[in-house]
């Protein structure tokens, strides 16, 4: 049996009602996503920082090591050029 033109209307009307309602569902989920992201991204960034400042220390450290390595080698160089001008100028015997 056909539906009448009142009975169409009010489908019409539960079906907009249904797809309002379906909308407004997917634009809450949308939000808390959203805010899900923000949270994690925070997270992920201070897990970066936590990461990336013992590899900064790291670093700086090894840069002191390669800085004293190379004072030393200077060293050594300089105490070989005093030693060898105290023992062609001065006549310096060890």
């Known amino acids: 049996m056909p539906k009448s033109a009142d009975e169409r209307g009010l489908d019409a009307l539960v079906q907009e009602l249904h797809d309002h309602l379906q909308s407004a569902i997917m634009v809450d989920r949308i939000g808390v996503l959203e805010r899900d992201n923000m949270r994690l991204r925070g997270m992920l960034r201070v ?8 590899r900064h220390h790291m ?15 200077y060293d050594r160089v300089e105490f070989r050029r005093l030693k060898t001008f105290a023992m062609r100028r001065l006549g310096y015997r060890p």
């Not at 897990?47 to 013992?54: D, G, L």
């Not at 700086?60 to 030393?72: A, D």
């Open 59 to 73: 670093s700086y450290t090894q840069e002191e090591l390669r800085q004293i390595r190379v004072s030393h080698y």
């Open 47 to 54: 897990k970066r920082e936590r990461v990336n400042s013992p």
